[in-house]
């Protein structure tokens, strides 16, 4: 798979799990399949980050972007229709607020300066997209409750795409 995001301090897949781990254990849900990412950017989050806002925006906002974070303003764009599908426990829809919530976290105080200075192929581990997919993906499917569920299972229980369902699981049956 390539990779598209920015150049970013490089963090392992270990790490990243273990950061999703973290939060789902800061909030109790360490061993509840299903998070419900629109409620814990709504209500859970803010309780600790007071400034923290998660706002929808109209389909056309954000160009060809689905949502968009800004770490260091506490702050998530989404769009409509991505919000309304992620509140009606749409798969993908929760996957994109999941990831943008990854980039908030992961990526606070990283200078583009520093993300465009590099050259040549960005390598998984330091790439922001990367990052944020896997952080997100941790949050709503963690490996260690789903390595002994089936992909429907895991669709069904955690609330995710078909092809989240597979790529984690895919990564559990290798730990």
């Known amino acids: 798979m390539g990779y598209v995001g920015y150049r970013v301090p490089p963090l392992s897949r270990k790490k990243i799990e273990d950061q ?62 991505v919000y309304v599908n992620a509140y009606n426990k749409k798969g993908r829809d929760r996957l994109i607020l999941a990831h943008e919530f990854s980039h908030w976290l992961l990526h606070k105080g990283i200078s583009l300066a520093y993300t465009k200075n590099y050259s040549g192929t960005l390598k998984k581990y330091e790439d922001s997209e990367w990052q944020a997919d896997v952080l997100g993906a941790q949050l709503l499917a963690p490996t260690y409750l789903i390595k002994d569920l089936s992909v429907n299972q895991i669709m069904k229980e955690c609330g995710v795409s078909e092809s989240a369902a597979k790529t984690q699981l895919n990564v559990a049956n290798k730990k």
């Open 20 to 81: 999703a781990n973290s939060i789902r254990l800061l909030f109790g849900l360490e061993n509840t399949l299903y998070f419900d990412i629109v409620r814990f950017l709504e209500l859970s989050l803010p309780k600790i980050i007071s400034d923290f806002l998660l706002i929808p925006v109209g389909n056309d906002d954000l160009g060809s972007d689905f949502a968009r974070a800004y770490p260091d303003k506490n702050l998530i764009y989404v769009r409509d229709e």
